[in-house]
């Protein structure tokens, strides 16, 4: 079975019309002869878009029953029965009720994907998993729902629905996205206009590497050179707050370098004498492996020291760039035992050494 092709339409924020622009091209597609038909269309009370749907069929959603409650999520089985050319699912990065088959819409989508069947979606920016913490910086807000970044790659096109942020203010201040009692609050904190401007840059930026990088593949495949894939990044964090913060930096430089991708931690004990802090940064290393298509390399600290374990995993796995945290000792430790850096540097030549501050991340 052929998989089915995916179209992203990507935006900055709310309101900047993904949905609308996505349902105007299902009317245009059926116009052609196309059999389009709704997964799931959240209009979230918007006249216009919730207008926009007009006679578009939708393929009935799933009741999901948990604790006395129903949720209505995207039917994938309805879906692949109905077999359309093409099915509109809103929402991407949202997170399925519990008792659902999968936890998140994007899981769903992928489902429908290897069906065969195309699947239009929308999401904002601030939802990709290593932006997690660029976008907590510029908004002051933590976005709970993401999604893995390489799912952008599995796009097959991505249309980047942008206005302006005085033009997205606007339309808030019109009230055409939110309700009236939403509307000054958020002129003041999330739609402001450096958020909005910062987000709007941020997308653009999203965007534009990751147009990059299929014209990457592209030639690639064209070409079939291997001398173009010589950037490999080696991550090293350790079991503390740090480490996930280090993992999305190195993933943003691996995306826009076209580099393979390591994640290297060395365990101070075996794994079974680790406390229980320790256990869950460890197994976010190996979700974040699966995540972000990295390899995550596990060592336990022996006789060898830090700087050598760095040293000997970079010269097996060809590394050209390593990442590094501000170190912990302090200076006395320094100047007693020696800089973990300044080792690194002595024993490894012709590698790039990026030294990341924790407010830097």
């Known amino acids: 079975m052929t998989r089915g092709k995916l179209k992203l339409y990507i ?36 006249r216009d878009t919730a207008e926009m749907i ?33 099915v509109l699912i809103d929402e991407l990065a949202h997170t399925n009720a519990p008792g659902s088959v999968r936890k998140k819409r994007y899981q769903d989508v992928s489902v429908l994907l290897e069906a065969g069947i195309n699947v ?23 976005v709970r729902e993401r ?22 203010r606007e339309r808030l201040e019109h009230g055409k996205i939110y309700k009236k009692e939403k509307i000054e609050q958020s002129l003041n904190s ?26 990457y593949q592209a030639r690639l495949l064209i070409e079939k050179d291997p001398t173009l894939l010589q950037e490999r990044i080696l991550v090293c964090v350790q079991l503390n707050e740090n ?27 075996p794994e079974n004498q680790l406390t229980a802090s320790q256990k869950e940064v460890l197994a976010m290393l190996r979700e974040s492996g699966a995540l ?17 374990t760095i040293t000997a995993a970079a ?24 800089s973990i850096v300044n080792q690194i540097m002595r024993q490894n030549r012709g590698i790039d050494l990026q030294i990341v501050a924790d407010d830097q991340v």
């Open 54 to 86: 007009g006679r578009l069929e939708q393929v009935p959603l799933l009741e999901v029953h948990y604790k006395e409650k129903v949720f209505l999520e995207v039917n994938v089985e309805a879906i692949i029965a109905r077999k359309p050319d093409i």
């Open 243 to 269: 480490a996930r913060k280090l993992i999305y930096r190195g993933f943003r430089m691996a995306s826009r370098m076209k580099a393979d991708l390591y994640i290297l931690t060395i365990l101070p004990k």
């Open 11 to 46: 935006g900055s924020a709310p309101g900047v019309g993904k949905t609308y622009k996505m349902l105007a091209d299902a009317h245009a597609l059926v116009r052609e002869g196309k059999d389009v038909v709704i997964g799931l269309i959240e209009t979230h009370d918007r």
């Open 315 to 338: 010269k097996h796995h060809r590394i050209t760039q390593i990442v590094l945290g501000q170190s912990a000792r302090t200076r006395w430790q320094e100047i007693r035992r020696g």
């Open 120 to 142: 239009y979606s929308a999401v904002n920016i601030q939802h990709f998993e290593s932006l997690l913490f660029k976008v907590k910086e510029m908004t002051g807000v933590e």
């Open 292 to 308: 972000f298509d990295a390899e995550v390399l596990i060592r336990i600290q022996g006789e060898r020291s830090i700087a050598e």
């Open 147 to 168: 999604i893995p970044d390489p799912f952008l790659g599995e796009a097959d096109e991505i249309l980047l629905v942008d206005v302006t942020p005085q033009t997205l």
């Open 190 to 215: 999330f739609f402001s206009l450096q958020n909005l401007a910062s987000l709007r840059e941020l997308s653009l930026r999203q965007v534009a590497d990751e147009v990059d990088d299929q014209v």
